[in-house]
């Protein structure tokens, strides 16, 4: 007997003509194909109706699968890398995930040096594509990653970045991957026909990459300069950033991990050359290029800790570097938000893990919970009257945006503190006036391009809105995505509320970090 298809799959699997297994909220096929997956709703969508509309989604989702299908052949490829001293873990094991890690099996490629030999030597660019791929990233995927990053003339512009990409292999190809896909999706959106040449040119530097860096990783890293491993540590960032930006799957945790353990280890190296260079610090790389990165791990820390219910591993190391390269280190250019604001979240995020830990070993000591939320509250109101007081007296000048951003981000912090408190329920007075606050500040934006900086509060705020204030969030979120021209992924964040919103209806629970599709980097 001929099985029929279901016709209680998920709209995607019905316009792909493919079988749906129907798991809810997202199906598996969907899932692992990394593709929009439209849901089950008894509505059809508005594409649907318009054949026009239709033939594009289907395009879209094609392409897509096409795109994860190379992709993921790319990654099989992949063998486990073990990290020498001092970039060890707790096991001795290679730092692996499944069949996915970051190396390739296979021999050497003819243009690099064998693993025992330095590879981290000045990478002669070659004529070609490659420097125009290399402007390409400056120019256009730089401001996507971090568009309110402003770089001082003492730090000699990002000409640092430029010295870090020219000395290393790894951090070289990942760039170059980066811009070449970020060429290939604008190329194809405007119907150029030589789109495919670029997409080549991803899939050849995404795989150097991957190479020349497990050959980083199993060299003696004691041996590396501490140039050569900042490098490093830059081609990792970069890798996740692919996977963060054009895949949203959560492969990024495998390079986090690393991640954190690198920058660990090299903050005593920076902190020495701080200290020997004096007032002629603008003149070296690395200082301006470690707090950089460390800003931006800070930051995905603690996001990925506040994701999974735990304590972030970074806040120790944001609490010295504070105070040991305050000249360097200033996360409202790297991010958008002041130190203190992402302290406070930090602190936050620490009580989500007591009070996890006490609901399991006994019952929860209120009188001290209160007591700890308390004096968040208090340092939270008297940041964010400084805030507004200094936004009084710039009232008509140009550098106000990082004030701007800094008041939402504490705004959502606060909204974030009443749900580790007292759950995630929207009807609060509590969360609701958060909300309402937040949601004004965002309209008192004056630049929409600030909007790229506000992922996570915008997401935070989302989940607990209710009413017109939920089409405003959806609205701020298409935005974003026609702000970065649909050449990313930056439509997954409405997709992820949409799905915490159907579920908050049926009346389950839900986290609001993870609602069936994985657990993102808000970037």
């Known amino acids: 007997m001929v099985s029929l298809r279901s016709t209680r799959g998920c709209w995607t699997c019905r316009v792909r003509r493919k079988k749906c297994d129907e798991m809810r909220p997202i199906c ?22 318009n054949e026009d509309d239709k033939k594009a989604v289907i395009g879209n989702l094609k392409r897509s699968v096409r795109l994860s299908t190379r992709h993921r052949k790319t990654l099989q490829k992949l063998t486990p890398v073990t990290l020498h001293s001092p970039f060890t873990t707790c096991s001795s094991q290679p730092l692996s995930h499944g069949n996915h890690a970051l190396g390739f099996q296979g021999s050497d490629p003819d243009n690099f040096s064998n693993a025992n030999k330095p590879v981290l030597e000045v ?7 490659e420097p125009g791929l290399i402007m390409h990233f400056f120019d256009h995927v730089f401001p996507i990653q971090h568009p309110c990053y402003r770089s001082l003339i003492e730090e000699g512009g990002r000409g640092w970045y430029l010295s870090l990409i020219l000395s290393n292999k790894a951090l070289y190809h990942a760039v170059l991957c980066l811009s070449a ?13 030589c789109h495919e040449l670029a997409l080549q040119d991803q899939e050849t530097h995404n795989a150097l990459s991957f190479k020349v860096l497990q050959q980083q990783l199993q ?45 660990n280890d090299i903050h005593e ?137 800094t008041q939402i981000f504490a705004l959502a912090a606060k909204t974030f503190l009443h749900i580790t408190i007292s759950g995630p329920q929207s009807d609060l007075v509590e969360i609701q006036t958060s909300v309402c606050r937040t949601i004004h500040a965002l309209k008192q934006l004056k630049d929409e391009n600030q909007l790229k900086i506000l992922p996570w509060p915008l997401y935070l705020t989302g989940c607990m809105a209710m009413g017109q204030d939920r089409e405003y969030i959806l609205d701020s979120f298409n935005t974003i995505h026609i702000l970065y021209s649909g050449a990313c992924n930056q439509d997954r964040y409405s997709q992820m509320l949409k799905r915490y919103w159907a579920i908050k209806e049926t009346k389950q ?9 994985g657990r993102p980097l808000f970037i």
């Open 509 to 517: 629970d839900c986290d609001i970090w993870d609602t069936g599709s």
């Open 269 to 405: 190296d920076v902190l020495k050359v701080v200290h020997s260079s004096g007032p002629s610090v603008f003149t070296c790389d690395e200082p301006p290029a470690f707090a950089f990165f460390c800003g931006f791990l800070i930051w995905a820390d603690l996001q990925s800790s506040i994701s999974i219910g735990k304590a972030p591993q970074l806040s120790k190391l944001h609490d010295q570097v504070l105070k040991e390269l305050p000249a360097f280190f200033r996360l409202q250019h790297i991010i958008g938000c002041e130190s203190w604001v992402l302290q406070i979240i930090s602190k936050i995020a620490n009580i989500r893990e007591w009070k996890a830990n006490q609901g399991i070993i006994s019952k929860i000591n209120t009188t001290k919970l209160r007591r700890k939320s308390d004096q968040i509250t208090d340092d939270l109101d008297q940041g964010l009257r400084r805030i507004e007081k200094e936004l009084q007296h710039t009232l008509n000048l140009p550098n106000r945006s990082p004030l701007e951003t």
């Open 219 to 263: 060299g003696d890293a004691k041996s590396a300069g501490l140039k050569e491993r900042i490098g490093m540590l830059a081609g990792i960032i970069q890798m996740m950033y692919f996977q963060l930006l054009f895949f949203n799957d959560e492969q990024w945790k495998i390079h986090l991990e690393i991640l954190i353990v690198m920058i």
């Open 181 to 193: 896909y970020h060429r290939y999706m604008t190329m194809r959106q405007r119907g150029a026909t």
């Open 123 to 129: 990478c002669p660019v070659r004529l070609g594509r």
């Open 28 to 49: 598996k096929l969907c899932q692992s194909l990394r593709i929009t997956c439209h849901g089950y709703s008894d509505n059809r969508p508005e594409w649907m109706d």
